[in-house]
């Protein structure tokens, strides 16, 4: 009796002058609807914790978004940066990136902290997924220099790099494949080369050169950047290992790969948990707090999922054992 819930304290501490209610934008453009998820996912998580954070604004360029009121406001909170090329852009319009940025080469999250900062996010999403299930691989013993992940890239894209980074981050090595000459005439191969040590697959459908490449390593992860419609099949031989198949793609929850890898009984990522892993990072790196991990997953789900599937247990991934739970985190209150 007499206590003060975590709202009340929020709300007096609001009426008190002692917390600013900031301003967050949204830059570029998104396929599918996925800013305005984002958007949501992240005021209803500010609400859930009695912030009153709000998206106020969505530019289509970076020179808009800079010269902005918003932009230069005092109240300027951060924003979620979507189109590719803005993305790029940004890294010489903040004041500092941070070392996530600076090594994948694009911005995805804007935040402020004394000055703008220009982070990436997109390989965290995938990082987080990715590894929650490699932790519970009882056959994830031994030397990582024998582990891969095979990297279905879309001409060196910013998903590639940030793709490709989380792959290291994971201690896997990189195979990357595109299935046009498109990657080789962009510089893509080689830089994936030169800055992740890749190894490049030509031809996904030749077994010669895929045992060639893999040699007698293990195949734990399969991420695709690319869009639905321009998958690549994957040989059956790929998925024997049974694979972790994961689509960075937002709105990649159904696509040909992972019903293909579901089939084959292995344990699939949905577009849909990258993009809110993504959005906890982003919480966490504005807020400086733990996020209402449930209360974004629920938005994202609700807005996705539902959307595609209406019948979907929520709380089951149908892939694999279909006993896994999507987004599983321990010891968190929300």
């Not at 709105?251 to 890898?261: E, F, G, I």
């Amino acid at each position: 009796p007499g206590q003060l819930s975590a709202q009340d304290i929020m709300e007096r501490r609001l009426s008190d002058g002692l917390l600013r209610k900031l301003k967050f934008v949204s830059l570029g453009d998104a396929e599918g609807g996925v800013m305005a998820t984002v958007e949501h996912m992240h005021e209803a998580a500010w609400a859930a914790c009695g912030i009153p954070h709000k998206f106020v604004h969505r530019y289509s360029n970076v020179d808009e978004m800079c010269n902005s009121e918003v932009f230069s406001s005092e109240d300027f909170g951060g924003g979620s940066v979507y189109d590719a090329t803005c993305q790029r852009l940004l890294m010489d319009k903040v004041h500092v990136l941070t070392k996530e940025a600076k090594a994948i080469g694009y911005v995805d999250t804007l935040s402020q902290q004394s000055g703008v900062v220009g982070d990436n996010t997109d390989w965290k999403g995938l990082y987080v997924s990715i590894k929650r299930l490699l932790d519970t691989d009882t056959d994830d013993e031994g030397n990582h220099d024998n582990k891969f992940a095979l990297l279905l890239g879309s001409s060196g894209t910013n998903s590639d790099r940030a793709a490709a980074y989380a792959i290291k981050q994971l201690g896997l090595n990189v195979i990357y494949y595109h299935d046009t000459d498109v990657s080789c005439e962009n510089g893509a191969h080689e830089n994936m080369k030169e800055k992740y040590a890749a190894v490049i697959l030509k031809d996904l459908t030749s077994p010669s050169e895929w045992n060639d490449k893999l040699g007698n390593g293990k195949l734990k992860v399969i991420i695709s950047t690319l869009s639905s419609q321009s998958e690549p099949q994957i040989q059956p031989q790929l998925l024997k290992q049974k694979p972790i198949v994961c689509e960075m793609t937002e709105t990649a929850n159904y696509s040909p790969l992972l019903l293909q890898a579901e089939s084959s009984g292995c344990d699939v990522i949905r577009g849909t948990e990258v993009m809110w892993e993504k959005g906890v990072a982003q919480f966490e790196t504005w807020m400086g707090r733990s996020a209402p991990y449930k209360v974004m997953k629920t938005v994202v789900l609700d807005e996705c999922l539902h959307k595609e599937q209406n019948d979907l247990d929520l709380e089951e991934n149908v892939g694999g054992s279909g006993k896994r739970i999507l987004g599983q985190r321990t010891g968190n209150k929300f």
